[in-house]
Protein backbone atom coordinates (compact mmCIF):
# COMPACT_ATOMS: atom_id res chain seq x y z
CA UNK A 1 0.00 0.00 0.00
CA UNK A 2 1.12 3.38 -0.73
CA UNK A 3 2.36 5.60 2.05
CA UNK A 4 0.28 9.00 2.40
CA UNK A 5 2.97 10.92 0.43
CA UNK A 6 3.13 9.11 -2.12
CA UNK A 7 -0.70 9.60 -2.73
CA UNK A 8 -0.59 13.11 -2.28
CA UNK A 9 2.19 13.15 -4.85
CA UNK A 10 -0.07 11.39 -6.87
CA UNK A 11 -3.28 13.42 -6.66
CA UNK A 12 -1.05 16.83 -7.34
CA UNK A 13 -0.40 15.17 -10.57
CA UNK A 14 -4.19 14.88 -11.21
CA UNK A 15 -5.93 18.60 -12.90
CA UNK A 16 -6.51 21.11 -10.20
CA UNK A 17 -10.12 21.85 -13.05
CA UNK A 18 -13.14 19.64 -11.67
CA UNK A 19 -14.71 18.80 -14.83
CA UNK A 20 -18.94 18.89 -14.73
CA UNK A 21 -20.64 16.61 -16.57
CA UNK A 22 -23.74 17.37 -15.24
CA UNK A 23 -23.22 20.73 -17.03
CA UNK A 24 -21.85 19.01 -20.38
CA UNK A 25 -24.97 16.80 -19.99
CA UNK A 26 -27.47 20.09 -19.90
CA UNK A 27 -25.35 21.88 -22.74
CA UNK A 28 -25.20 18.74 -24.98
CA UNK A 29 -28.88 18.44 -24.32
CA UNK A 30 -29.35 21.87 -25.26
CA UNK A 31 -27.55 21.16 -28.44
CA UNK A 32 -29.17 18.34 -29.50
CA UNK A 33 -32.33 19.93 -28.76
CA UNK A 34 -31.47 23.05 -31.20
CA UNK A 35 -30.21 20.87 -34.01
CA UNK A 36 -33.49 18.97 -33.84
CA UNK A 37 -35.87 22.51 -33.90
CA UNK A 38 -33.89 23.31 -36.92
CA UNK A 39 -33.92 20.59 -38.65
CA UNK A 40 -37.66 20.74 -38.18
CA UNK A 41 -37.96 24.15 -39.32
CA UNK A 42 -36.01 23.29 -42.17
CA UNK A 43 -38.56 20.78 -43.22
CA UNK A 44 -41.22 22.96 -42.77
CA UNK A 45 -39.04 25.45 -45.18
CA UNK A 46 -38.66 22.76 -47.55
CA UNK A 47 -42.45 21.67 -47.80
CA UNK A 48 -43.45 25.47 -48.03
CA UNK A 49 -41.10 25.84 -51.31
CA UNK A 50 -42.68 22.65 -52.52
CA UNK A 51 -45.78 24.32 -52.28
CA UNK A 52 -45.35 27.06 -53.71
CA UNK A 53 -43.93 25.58 -56.81
CA UNK A 54 -47.46 23.41 -56.94
CA UNK A 55 -49.27 26.02 -56.39
CA UNK A 56 -47.50 28.09 -59.02
CA UNK A 57 -47.60 25.28 -61.65
CA UNK A 58 -51.48 25.06 -61.26
CA UNK A 59 -52.13 28.59 -61.30
CA UNK A 60 -50.41 28.54 -64.72
CA UNK A 61 -52.57 26.08 -65.92
CA UNK A 62 -55.77 27.94 -64.76
CA UNK A 63 -54.00 31.57 -66.54
CA UNK A 64 -54.26 28.83 -70.01
CA UNK A 65 -57.56 27.61 -69.00
CA UNK A 66 -58.52 31.08 -68.76
CA UNK A 67 -56.32 32.15 -71.90
CA UNK A 68 -58.78 28.95 -73.84
CA UNK A 69 -62.15 29.80 -72.79
CA UNK A 70 -61.39 33.53 -73.32
CA UNK A 71 -60.21 32.60 -77.12
CA UNK A 72 -63.67 30.45 -77.09
CA UNK A 73 -65.89 33.16 -76.20
CA UNK A 74 -64.55 35.76 -78.97
CA UNK A 75 -65.68 32.81 -81.37
CA UNK A 76 -68.48 32.36 -79.78
CA UNK A 77 -69.93 36.30 -80.10
CA UNK A 78 -68.97 36.05 -83.62
CA UNK A 79 -71.89 32.60 -83.55
CA UNK A 80 -73.85 34.83 -81.52
CA UNK A 81 -74.17 37.93 -83.87
CA UNK A 82 -74.69 35.21 -86.70
CA UNK A 83 -77.71 33.79 -85.02
CA UNK A 84 -79.33 37.07 -84.14
CA UNK A 85 -78.82 38.05 -87.76
CA UNK A 86 -81.45 35.29 -88.98
CA UNK A 87 -83.95 37.20 -87.99
CA UNK A 88 -83.86 40.03 -91.14
CA UNK A 89 -83.43 37.18 -93.72
CA UNK A 90 -86.83 34.73 -92.13
CA UNK A 91 -88.57 37.68 -92.20
CA UNK A 92 -88.06 38.71 -96.22
CA UNK A 93 -88.65 35.04 -96.98
CA UNK A 94 -91.63 34.88 -94.87
CA UNK A 95 -93.37 37.35 -96.71
CA UNK A 96 -92.16 35.85 -100.01
CA UNK A 97 -93.74 32.62 -99.06
CA UNK A 98 -96.80 34.80 -97.69
CA UNK A 99 -97.07 36.30 -100.77
CA UNK A 100 -96.81 32.88 -103.19
CA UNK A 101 -99.14 30.86 -100.97
CA UNK A 102 -102.04 33.52 -101.15
CA UNK A 103 -101.59 33.57 -104.97
CA UNK A 104 -102.28 29.96 -104.94
CA UNK A 105 -104.59 29.77 -102.23
CA UNK A 106 -102.66 28.21 -100.47
CA UNK A 107 -101.50 28.31 -96.95
CA UNK A 108 -97.75 29.35 -95.99
CA UNK A 109 -97.91 26.35 -93.70
CA UNK A 110 -98.46 24.06 -96.32
CA UNK A 111 -95.30 25.11 -98.21
CA UNK A 112 -92.28 22.45 -97.69
CA UNK A 113 -89.37 23.98 -95.23
CA UNK A 114 -91.70 26.88 -94.24
CA UNK A 115 -92.77 25.39 -90.51
CA UNK A 116 -89.32 24.58 -90.04
CA UNK A 117 -87.29 27.68 -91.02
CA UNK A 118 -89.89 29.39 -88.34
CA UNK A 119 -88.58 26.51 -86.00
CA UNK A 120 -85.39 27.35 -86.57
CA UNK A 121 -85.23 30.75 -86.22
CA UNK A 122 -86.65 30.50 -82.59
CA UNK A 123 -83.78 27.68 -82.13
CA UNK A 124 -81.39 30.22 -83.32
CA UNK A 125 -82.92 32.86 -80.85
CA UNK A 126 -82.40 30.66 -78.02
CA UNK A 127 -79.06 29.60 -78.96
CA UNK A 128 -78.18 32.88 -79.11
CA UNK A 129 -79.81 33.50 -75.60
CA UNK A 130 -77.10 30.72 -74.52
CA UNK A 131 -74.44 32.35 -75.95
CA UNK A 132 -74.89 35.40 -74.63
CA UNK A 133 -74.95 34.10 -71.22
CA UNK A 134 -71.96 31.81 -71.55
CA UNK A 135 -69.77 34.93 -72.63
CA UNK A 136 -70.84 36.67 -69.84
CA UNK A 137 -70.03 33.87 -67.38
CA UNK A 138 -66.67 33.28 -69.33
CA UNK A 139 -65.73 37.27 -68.20
CA UNK A 140 -66.14 36.33 -64.51
CA UNK A 141 -62.49 34.77 -64.55
CA UNK A 142 -59.74 37.04 -64.19
CA UNK A 143 -55.69 36.26 -63.25
Known amino acids: M ?7 KIYN ?4 DKTELAIHKVELNLVQDLDKLNDEIQDDIDGAKDLEN ?5 AAKIRDLID ?4 TAEEAKDY ?8 SEVKALETK ?7 LGAKPGDVK ?5 KSQLKSASEASKDMAY ?7 FKY
Open 80 to 87: QENLKGWG
Open 97 to 103: VKAAAEA
Open 113 to 117: GYDFM
Open 54 to 58: EIDSQ
Open 2 to 8: KTPNELK
Open 68 to 71: ELRK
Open 134 to 140: WIKFSNK
Open 13 to 16: RLPK
